[in-house]
């Protein structure tokens, strides 16, 4: 076994993954996690408006990464690989957080994001049948991924789309808690950019996967889970009126009661309804009783065989 361990800057959190790695992960997905962390630190929350990283965004975002390079030190692993997702490479002024950090950061495309994002389901599910077409759907907080392919033949398709929770709740949701009007122009807007992507999936699609913190967030609270546990999370089948009921739920409450819900981390529940109803939007248009949350993400494919910095 070999110790790894990666950081994934993104536009809502910061994330820690440090496993130890069997000789041929590619063949058995043998990845043992060591340690995980995450902190919301919104680096990307003044997206929406100019396109900039604020000072305090950035500050907090480095912060956190520094930290999460030290832990990673000490389990054994001085180098850590560090990748940043949308706010990084859609942000007009990168260099305001990566002039802040001592470790170089790999800033990921938008199809980077969404391969690795599928090599991390593909090593997470061992049940999924070699030819059986997969769809890997990643709400993140600035970027939503849809990934298509199989489990033999790896990534066939997929596209990035600028429509992740906190943008889209930045741009558009002003009251608390949503009125009508805006949760209606939020799903217009969602089903504009989604439904060219997912439509011509839903006589190729065999199952439906999640991944980002809004899937493993939902499977969460379908479940009630305070403290969060990942083993209960992984692989939950996520029922789509288990979704309809948590954004009926998450839409009519305040933001001071949202924050109470069992299994919502206080920290994600301004941005919620944006992101389940993009997740309700998938179900819908693919015409999937369920989507299956994973734990197993970009951040595996990272630890599991690292790309060439």
């Known amino acids: ?3 790894r361990a990666a950081i994934d800057i993104g536009t809502n959190s910061v994330r820690l993954l440090v496993a130890d790695v069997g000789e041929d992960p590619a063949g058995g997905g043998a990845l043992r996690p060591v340690d995980r962390r995450l902190t919301i630190t919104r680096l990307g929350e003044s997206l929406h408006a100019g396109g900039l990283l604020t000072p305090d965004a950035a500050a907090r975002t480095a912060a956190v990464v520094e930290e999460y390079v030290a832990r990673a030190k000490e389990s054994g692993v001085p180098d850590p690989m560090v990748a940043a997702t949308y706010a990084v490479r859609a942000a007009r002024n990168p260099d305001a957080l990566l002039f802040r950090l001592s470790v170089p950061v790999r800033v990921l495309s938008g199809e980077d ?3 690795l994002g599928f090599r991390g389901v593909v090593s997470g599910f061992r049940d999924l049948a070699p030819d059986a077409p997969v769809a890997v759907l990643d709400v993140g907080g600035g970027s939503v991924e849809v990934t298509w392919g199989t489990a033999r033949h790896g990534v066939e398709g997929s596209r990035s789309l600028p429509i992740g929770c906190v943008v889209m709740t930045k741009r558009m949701i002003a009251h608390d808690p949503p009125v009508p009007a805006e949760t209606a122009a939020l799903e217009e807007t969602l089903a504009a950019a989604l439904e060219p992507v997912l439509a011509p999936l839903r006589s190729r699609t065999d199952r439906l996967i999640g991944v980002g913190g809004t899937v ?3 499977a969460a609270m379908a479940q009630r889970l305070v403290p969060y546990e990942p083993d209960r999370v ?10 309809g009921r948590l954004l009926e739920t998450a839409r009519r409450l305040p933001l001071a009661e949202r924050r109470r819900l069992p299994g919502l981390q206080p920290e994600r529940a ?5 992101g389940t109803l993009v997740v309700r939007h998938a179900l819908a248009s693919l015409r999937c009783d369920a989507i299956t949350a994973s734990e197993a993400d970009l951040l595996w494919a990272l630890v599991a065989a690292p790309p060439a910095r």
Do not use: F, N, P, Q
């Open 270 to 274: 301004d941005v919620i309804v944006a």
């Open 234 to 243: 992984h692989g939950y089948r996520l029922t789509a009126a288990e979704v």
């Open 216 to 218: 493993t967030t939902l």
């Open 1 to 3: 076994m070999t110790r």
């Open 113 to 115: 994001e969404a391969a």
